[in-house]
């Protein structure tokens, strides 16, 4: 069974830095798009980045251009996502998801998600 397990969430202070990974198992991560996306209550879940099957990376909002990368181990059958210089605007549930090898921006094209990790940025 395909799944998805977050983790590397947790509260750090505005500047700091997280690393979360996304570790999946039940198939290879070679032919499969991963992206990370992020929700905060009362609104709609928002792409923040993808690796493709062919590793190309794309990050979506201007505000985490620069400071977020996204990598991934296939030998690990793990997906990154570095996160410095973390603002309280960061604050949200992250989850990863994947599709079949092209990234999208768009939540619905996404066939597998992860359970979530809560990312909390506040002094």
């Known amino acids: 069974q395909l799944q998805l397990v977050e983790s590397g969430g947790g509260l750090v202070q505005p500047g700091g830095s997280l690393r979360l990974s996304c570790a999946a198992s039940g198939f290879t991560l070679d032919d499969y798009a991963i992206g990370w996306f992020r929700q905060v209550p009362g609104k709609e879940r928002e792409g923040v980045s993808c690796?493709?099957?062919?590793?190309?990376?794309?990050n979506y909002p201007d505000s985490v251009k620069g400071r977020f990368t996204i990598s991934r181990d296939n030998a690990k059958n793990t997906v990154y996502l570095q996160m410095n210089n973390l603002k309280p605007e960061d604050t949200a549930v992250y989850y990863c998801?994947?599709?079949?090898?092209?990234?999208?921006?768009?939540?619905?094209?996404?066939?597998?998600w992860g359970q979530g990790t809560q990312v909390t940025i506040s002094s």
């Open positions: 690796t493709s099957s062919s590793g190309g990376s794309t």
């Open positions: 998801a994947a599709r079949s090898y092209y990234c999208s921006a768009v939540r619905s094209r996404f066939d597998h």
